[in-house]
């Protein structure tokens, strides 16, 4: 349920308050009488990142698909770089 801030028109007091999104307004001040304007402030709730929830806080399993998937991508990167080693010694030979 959202919540909603209020301010008194007469006595300057603030408040929050959760309501339904389907409730009506507030319209008097319960300390004074006064009347109640609805506020506009900033949400705590952001997101932030290249993605949200899947790659940001991968389950156990997630994290180790993805470990699994770097180790075989370094495994395969090394040996590639140790065939060309190995194929840099070689000459060619004319027949």
Known sequence: MPVYEYEC????????IMQKISDDPLTRCREC???LK?????TS?????????VTDYPSAERKKAIEAKKSKTET???????DKKKDSGKKAVNQ
Not at 38 to 42: E, H, W
Not at 45 to 53: A, I, Q, R, T
Not at 76 to 82: H, T
């Open 33 to 35: 009488g006064g009347n």
């Open 9 to 16: 028109t007469k006595c300057n007091k603030q408040f929050e």
């Open 45 to 53: 709730f952001v997101l932030k990142g290249s993605g949200w929830y």
């Open 76 to 82: 395969k990167d090394k040996g590639k770089a140790a």
């Open 38 to 42: 609805k506020l506009i402030t900033n």
